[in-house]
């Protein structure tokens, strides 16, 4: 029985996270702006509007791949890059409640990368041959 929540709490976390992050942050980054690729920029990355491009695309569909439980943990690492990006770079000199956000999704991220998607993910259902690997 306890299984049985456990796996109903990792679908209710996988999906709600996974949503909001992709309609709440990534969607808005879709295309990225002059302003955003400019943060980038600033950081010092090379070619950022390619890094950009990047940081949105993990953000949105990171955020729906998890959502879905397909390719999650390859999606949670895109995204705990890009959330310790935002954490430790970005917002490094920003009060804690500036860069929560982006520290909670990292954790939510490095939780997803380490145990995938659960049993009611699609990876489930397309990956269970285990041919490809645990992408789940």
């Keep these: 029985m306890n299984k049985i929540y456990t796996d109903a709490g990792l679908l209710v976390l996988r999906v709600g996270a996974g949503l909001l992050l992709a309609f ?3 969607l808005g980054k879709m295309p990225p702006s002059e302003g955003f690729i ?3 920029e600033k950081l010092g990355f090379p070619m950022p509007v390619f ?3 990047m940081a949105s695309l993990s953000e ?12 999650t943990r390859p999606a949670a690492f895109f995204v705990t ?5 935002a954490a430790f ?3 490094a000199d920003d009060p804690f409640g500036t860069k929560e956000k982006a ?3 990292f954790i939510i991220g490095i939780f997803f990368l380490l145990s995938g998607g659960g ?3 699609l990876g489930k259902v397309f990956f269970k041959s285990g041919k490809l690997g645990d992408l789940s």
Excluded: E, Q
């Design 24 to 26: 709440g942050h990534g």
């Design 38 to 40: 400019g943060g980038v």
């Design 51 to 53: 890094f950009a491009w």
């Design 60 to 71: 949105f569909f990171g955020g729906i791949l998890i959502a879905l439980g397909l390719f």
């Design 81 to 85: 890059c890009t959330m310790a990006t």
């Design 89 to 91: 770079l970005r917002h």
């Design 103 to 105: 520290l909670l999704y």
């Design 119 to 121: 049993k009611y993910g």
